[in-house]
Each structure stands twice: as C-alpha cells, then as structure tokens.
C-alpha cells in the first residue's frame, strides 16, 4: 500500500516492511528510509508517521525520518493522523483521541465503533449499529447525532458525507446540524475531497461533481475507485 501527504510519501511492502521517503522542492525523490517492520498500515501526517503494526500496535515520530518512535497504544484496529490528533480505534470498538505532543494524554471518546474519521476539529465515528455522530471542537465537545443506516462516514473540511447501507449519499456542508442534500443512489462507495464528491455505482461506473452539493454529475470513464 502506497501513502502520501504533501511532503512525503510512504509505502508498506507485502512482506510488512514499511519505507518513506522526503518528496524535494524541485519534484523529485530521495532515498527510501525504512521505517518499520511487521506494519499493516502506514499513515503520514504533516512532519508525523505513524504505523499500526500487525500486532495492534500504534507507533507515532514526529520531524526527520529517523527520529525515534513513541510507543502510543495497543490492541488497536485503526489509526488515524489529523493535524497534531492521534485517534485509535482499539480491536474491541473504542475510540481514543489524543492532541498536542506525542505523550499527551489520551481522551476516551465513544465505544461500540466501528470506524473513526478525523478532520480539522472534528471527529466523526460510524457505530457498529450504523449510527453517525460528530464533534466539533475540543476533544470533550458534545456529540451531535447525525444520520443512522449508515455504512461508510467521510469528513471533509466543512462537509460531512454518508453512504446509507441501501446505496444512498447524502452531504452536508457547514455546521453540525446543516440539512442533508441527497446527491445521489445505488453508490457502492464515495469519496469527498476539497469542492469535489466522487462516487462509484453498483455497475462500476464512476462520477464526480464539484462545487455547490446541487451541482451536475460528470461521468469518470475508465477510473474505478
């Protein structure tokens, strides 16, 4: 798997081993650095790198590719990089969500989850059951309940999107409890960056749209996500 933020770029080999490499000013590359062994995923942030091993274990530096690790939790399913946030989802459906230095404290933030999602000052978490809920703010902010029936939570600046489990994607732009625009039905997956949605159909016909959430479907054709 193949990793990239906008100064570095990561990849895990299939033997586990984990490598990242300093993208130059001029666009070209520097050597590979390995990072790690026994990783089942990478996760770049900023100046931050981060490995979930495949034992459950989360590792996070911070500045050149050889500073040292800090050993940051374990038992964990998910790792999710956001600014100087830290979330984790452990194997047994909590989340935990850290901000400042590397051994700052960790906030517990919900259970029973399923997928965690970082963006900005907000966390969203997908429940088990297919209920959305999403903060804004400091960590110990308020949860606002968002939609339900849901299989797939994107953040994206100051949109939030769903995929109902029926194929539906609804989005949102703005505040917490900014009305649903449906943009869409019969999705298998989305993806939200910047002004843009993509989906992808149930015939494996991908579109995109930019803009307003109103704004027309273009069709991607020969792009699968």
Do not use: Y
């Amino acid at each position: 798997t193949v990793s990239l933020c906008d100064s570095r770029i990561g990849a895990v080999a299939t033997t586990g081993e984990a490598f990242v490499k300093d993208l130059s000013l001029d666009g070209g590359l520097a050597f590979w650095t390995w990072m790690s062994g026994d990783v089942d995923k990478l996760v770049l942030e900023g100046e931050r790198i981060g490995v979930l091993k495949k034992d459950g274990t989360v590792f996070v530096k911070e500045g050149p590719l050889d500073a040292p690790w800090t050993e940051e939790s374990w038992n964990i399913a998910q790792l999710v990089l956001e600014g100087t946030r830290i979330g984790v989802l452990t194997k047994d459906g909590t989340v935990f969500v850290k901000e400042g230095l590397l051994d700052a404290p960790w906030t517990e933030e919900s259970w029973n989850i399923a997928q965690l999602v970082l963006e900005g000052s907000r966390i969203g978490v997908l429940t088990k059951d297919g209920t959305v809920f999403v903060k804004e703010g400091p960590l110990d902010a308020p949860w606002t309940e968002e939609s339900w029936n849901i299989a797939q939570l994107v953040l994206e600046s100051s949109r939030i999107g769903v995929l109902t489990k029926d194929g539906t994607v609804f989005v949102k732009e703005g505040p917490l409890n900014a009305p649903w625009v449906e943009e869409t039905w019969g999705t298998t997956t989305f993806a939200l960056s910047g002004d843009g949605i993509i989906v992808l159909n149930q015939s494996g016909t991908a579109f995109l749209k930019r803009g307003r959430l109103n704004a027309l479907w273009w069709q991607l054709n020969g792009l699968a996500l």
